[in-house]
C-alpha cells in the first residue's frame, strides 16, 4: 500500500503550524501574565545553616519609611543592604553585621493576627528596617566613620545557624561588630528529639528545594516548555499560600488565660535543662567573635507574650496576646503526629514564663565581662499603651523597628567609642 505524500506533507504542516501556535501563545503569555521570575524562590539550601537567602531575588510590595510599594532585592551575597559589600572595606569604615530570625530580617505580619488589626505583610525596606535605621543612627553620631550595618538575617533561623553562617561567611567580610537579637525560634526549649525531627525535616525540605531550582533554571529551547515550568512554580505558591490560609483559623482558638504558672512550675526543669544548648551556642558565638576580635552584641528579641517584662500593651496588642496562638508551626510544617499539642502546650508556658523567670537573667550572667546583653522587653517597659508596637508575636510596626533601632544605637555607639578610643585610627 503506498503512501500518499500529499496527505503526509498536509499532516506535518498541520502539527508545524500547531506547535508555531503554541510557542507564539505561551510566548506572549511568558511577556503578558503576572508570572515568577528568576531567581523563583527566596531562600536556597546550604550545608552551613540549612539556607540562606537567595542572591538576586525580589520582594514586591515591600513597606517603607513612606508607605509600600517597594522592592527589595537582596545582594549576591544573600544580604540586605544600602550599598555593594565587599570582602575588602577602607580603613574608616566600621562594618555590622545583624543576624537573627524574621522579626530583624525586616517581615511583616502574620496570619491570622490581621483579623485583629491589620498591617503590611511584605517586608521592610532596608531604611524602615532595623538594620537601616541603625546605620542612619550611628552615621549620624559617628560622621568621620563610614557606617555599614548589613542584614544579614533570614525568616526562620536560629542561633546555632547564625553562628554556622558567621564562620563560613560572614567573618570573611571582617566584620568589626555582630549583632545577634535571637529568642523566638529556638526550638532546643523543645528537646533535642523535636529539634533533631525539625532539623531532619528542615534540610530535606531545602534540599528538595535545591533540585527544584535547578530543574527551574535550566533554560528550555521551547517556550511552551518555559510556560509549562512558571505555572507549575504559581500552583506551589498558590497551594503554599492556601494551606496557610485554611490552617490560620486554627490559631484563633486560643485562651492566653488556660497557661497557668503553676503549670510553668511543673515542667521548669525541663526548660533549663534544654536551655543550655542555647546558652552554650551564646557563649560559643561571642567566643568565635573575640577570636576574630570582633565585639558581640546578643539581644533577647522583642516578644508579645512574655508576661513580666514587656511594654503597656495596646488595645490590639493585648487582643492579639490573648486570642491568638503564636506557635504557628504547624501552618507551614506537617508536624509529627501527637507533637503539635505537646508543641503548643510547652511553647506557650515557655514564652509567657521561662525568659522573665530564667533565661533573661542567666544570660546576663553568662554575658558579665564578656559581651554586651540587651533584653528587648525589659528596655521596651516604658512605652506605653498608646503605641502600637508589635503587629503579631514578634514582628513590629515601623515605630517599633524604630525603637528597637534606637535602643541598639544607644548600646552599640558606646562600644564602638570604646574601639575607636583603643584604636590607632584619628577619629
Known amino acids: 500500500m503506498k503512501r500518499n505524500p500529499i496527505g503526509f506533507i498536509r499532516f506535518a504542516c498541520t502539527v508545524l503550524i500547531l506547535a508555531v501556535a503554541v510557542e507564539l501563545v505561551s510566548f506572549l503569555l511568558i511577556k503578558t501574565m503576572s508570572l515568577p521570575q528568576s531567581p523563583f524562590f527566596n531562600r536556597n539550601y546550604s550545608p552551613c545553616c540549612v539556607f540562606e537567602n537567595t542572591p538576586g531575588y525580589t520582594y514586591h510590595n515591600c513597606t517603607g519609611i513612606h508607605g509600600c510599594d517597594n522592592k527589595v532585592t537582596v545582594d549576591a551575597n544573600g544580604f540586605i543592604t544600602d550599598n555593594e559589600v565587599t570582602m575588602e572595606k577602607d580603613k574608616n569604615t566600621y562594618r555590622i553585621f545583624l543576624v537573627g530570625g524574621s522579626a530583624v530580617f525586616g517581615n511583616g505580619q502574620s496570619v491570622p493576627y490581621n483579623q485583629i488589626k491589620p498591617y503590611p505583610q511584605g517586608i521592610y525596606t532596608f531604611g524602615a528596617s532595623i538594620a537601616g535605621l541603625l546605620e542612619k543612627k550611628l552615621q549620624a553620631q559617628f560622621p568621620a566613620l563610614q557606617i555599614e550595618v548589613i542584614n544579614a538575617c533570614a525568616s526562620g533561623r536560629t542561633l546555632n545557624q547564625s553562628i554556622g553562617l558567621y564562620q563560613t561567611k560572614l567573618r570573611n567580610f571582617k566584620p568589626d561588630m555582630v549583632v545577634s537579637l535571637d529568642g523566638m525560634n529556638e526550638t532546643v526549649f523543645f528537646g533535642k528529639a523535636f529539634e533533631t525531627i525539625m532539623f531532619k525535616k528542615l534540610e530535606n ?166 559581651f554586651t546583653f540587651i533584653d528587648f522587653n525589659k528596655e521596651i517597659s516604658n512605652v506605653t499603651d498608646t503605641v502600637d508596637f508589635y503587629t503579631d508575636y514578634c514582628h513590629l510596626t515601623l515605630k517599633g523597628n524604630e525603637i528597637v533601632a534606637e535602643i541598639l544605637s544607644k548600646k552599640v555607639s558606646q562600644i564602638i567609642g570604646r574601639n575607636l578610643k583603643n584604636s590607632n585610627l584619628p577619629f
Do not use: H
Open 205 to 370: 525540605y531545602y534540599k528538595d528545594l535545591q533540585q527544584k531550582t535547578v530543574y527551574f533554571n535550566k533554560k528550555s529551547p521551547f517556550f511552551a516548555v518555559e510556560l509549562y515550568k512558571l505555572l507549575s512554580i504559581k500552583k506551589m505558591n498558590y497551594r503554599s499560600n492556601k494551606i496557610i490560609e485554611q490552617r490560620a483559623p486554627s490559631l484563633l482558638n486560643f485562651n492566653y488565660d488556660d497557661y497557668c504558672y503553676n503549670d510553668y512550675l511543673k515542667i521548669k526543669s525541663i526548660y533549663i535543662k534544654n536551655a543550655q544548648i542555647f546558652l552554650d551556642n551564646v557563649l560559643k558565638f561571642n567566643n568565635i567573635c573575640n577570636d576574630d576580635g570582633v565585639s558581640f552584641v546578643f539581644g533577647l528579641q522583642p516578644l508579645l507574650y512574655r508576661q513580666l517584662n514587656n511594654k503597656k500593651l495596646s488595645q490590639a496588642e493585648n487582643k492579639m496576646r490573648m486570642q491568638v496562638n503564636p506557635v504557628n508551626i504547624g501552618l507551614t510544617t506537617d508536624v509529627p503526629s501527637g507533637w503539635l499539642d505537646t508543641i503548643n502546650y510547652k511553647a506557650n508556658l515557655l514564652y509567657k514564663f521561662f525568659f522573665d523567670d530564667y533565661l533573661s537573667d542567666e544570660i546576663r550572667n553568662k554575658a558579665e565581662g564578656r
